[in-house]
C-alpha cells in the first residue's frame, strides 16, 4: 500500500492496477448490496437484451476506484470526499480491467487532490471515466 | 423489485429503503476491492484517527445507491449511465442508513431519468448526497 503525504504528490503523478471481473465479485456485490436486477444476474435475461452474459454492476467496477484511492493514490492517507463517474460501456465475467487514476489539480490550502480517473477493458475501450476529489490527512 | 416503464414514471416520484451497515460488509467489500486501507479494517487505526471504529468505506455506502435505481426506481429496466456523490459525514459499523431517490428531472427522447439521491444515518444526519443519470431500458 502507498502511503504518499500531500508534498509527495505532483500533478501528473499516475497509479494504476488490474483486475478481472469474476462472477464470485457479482454475487458478492449482491450480497452485500442487495441489488436483485436480472441484467447483472440471470444470464438467460442479460443474453435476451443482447449482452454475451451477466452484466457486472456499474457501481461494482466504480467500487475500485476505493482502491485506488485507499491503496494506491494517495493510499493510507486517502479520505474520499466526492466521486463522478459515467459508464460508458458494459463490462462482463473475465473482463480484464486497468483501473487508473491521474493527478490533474492539487489544492495545498485544503490538502486536496483531484484524480482523472479512467477505467479500461482488455480491449482498450473505456468502461468508465470520471474524477475523485480526495483529501490527504 | 419495482418495473416502473418511462411512461409510469413523474418528477417529484420517490423510493427509498433502508439498510444497516455490518461488518461482514466491509470485510466482503474489501474482499471483492482489494482495498486494505486501515482506516477500514483495522479499529486501532481508525480509533486513533479519532473515529469510534473501523468507517464504512464511501464506496461501500455508495454501491447502495446501484440498488435505489436497479430494484427501486426504475427498478428492473434501469441502466445507470453517471453518478455523482459526495460523501459529507462518515459512516460505521451499526448504522442504519435510509437511502433515498427522488425524481427531478425526466427527458423523454432519450427515456432517462435523473435522480437526486440522499443517505441519511439513524440520527438524520446526511452521509452521502449526489445524482444519478438512469436510462429506462
Redesign the interface.
Known sequence: ?NNYKFEDLSVGMSESFK?TITQE?LD??K??????????NDEAFAIS?GHPGRVA????T??????LA??YIP??R??????????SSPVYIGDELTVKGEIVELVESVQRLELKVTITNQSGKKVLRGKMQILV?
Chains 1, 2 share one sequence.
Open positions: 500500500m483486475v465479485m458478492s456485490f450480497g452485500i448490496t442487495g441489488d436483485i436486477n436480472p441484467l447483472h437484451k454492476y456499474g457501481m461494482l466504480a467500487s475500485f476506484l476505493s482502491t485507499g491503496v493510499g493510507e486517502s479520505l474520499i470526499q466526492q466521486v463522478e463517474t459515467k459508464f490527512v
